[in-house]
């Protein structure tokens, strides 16, 4: 299994900036993905991280707002832009080699003010 | 109405007690039932995957699929209280996980 790594795990940011979490895998994977959870929620995809290629995202996600970069196969970022207090959640990376084992990273969460 | 159905509980059983966790589906193109467990303040943690019907087995663990029903259970054997966590599960379609709400299960020693 895959052992991912994000950075920051934590953070408190004013509304109206803007946070890049970055996810390390230690080995190279086909797919990573950007989840969101609520506290005591379930997860909601917000895009794939595609290597070379732009993001898939889903309904409800735009580029503007979730900017995400991969730029090989063990690394992604995901941009929470221009924040509000809605934005405050626990962001999380995933990785897949399979089309059904995803492992996850321990999750950033961000608080906006 | 969900694509996966969980009860988000909580659960709450006695330290020893066998646990049952289930999901209804309703889309019958998943093939993979994957059953995660998060710790609070943690990712989720990939425990069991199991393909089509049937059942598997890991330790305490034991994954169900019924595909003729479109119903999953997890069995969990002499609960103990580092069991006490939330769990969730997840079906694939494509490339993509399609999740549960999560049941949160609390072990009471």
């Known amino acids: 299994s895959a052992v991912i790594s994000q950075k920051p795990s934590r953070d408190i940011c004013q509304r109206g900036t803007s946070l890049t979490i970055q996810c390390q895998v230690d080995?190279?994977?086909?797919?990573m993905f950007w989840y969101r959870q609520q506290p005591g929620q379930s997860l909601t995809l917000i895009a794939t991280a595609n290597q070379g290629s732009e993001a898939t995202y889903e309904s409800g996600f735009v580029i503007d707002k979730f900017p995400i970069s991969r730029p090989n196969l063990t690394f992604s970022t995901l941009t929470v832009s221009n924040m509000s207090p809605e934005d405050s959640s626990i962001y999380l990376c995933s990785a897949a080699d399979s089309s059904y084992e995803q492992y996850f990273g321990p999750g950033t969460r961000l608080t906006v003010t | 109405q969900k694509e996966v159905e969980q009860d988000p509980g909580p659960l709450s059983v006695p330290e020893g007690a066998i646990v049952s966790l289930n999901c209804t589906y309703s889309?019958?193109?998943?093939?993979?039932f994957m059953w995660y467990r998060q710790y609070s303040r943690k990712g989720p943690e990939l425990l069991m995957y199991?393909?089509s019907s049937g059942n598997k087995e890991d330790g305490r663990f034991t994954a169900q699929v019924d595909k003729s029903s479109k119903y999953i259970s997890l069995f969990i054997r002499d609960s103990q209280p580092s069991d006490s966590a939330t769990y969730l599960c997840a079906m694939n379609y494509n490339y993509q996980l399609i999740w549960g709400a999560g049941t949160k299960l609390i072990i009471k020693p």
């Open positions: 080995s190279q994977v086909t797919m």
């Open positions: 889309n019958s193109a998943f093939q993979y």
């Open positions: 199991t393909y």
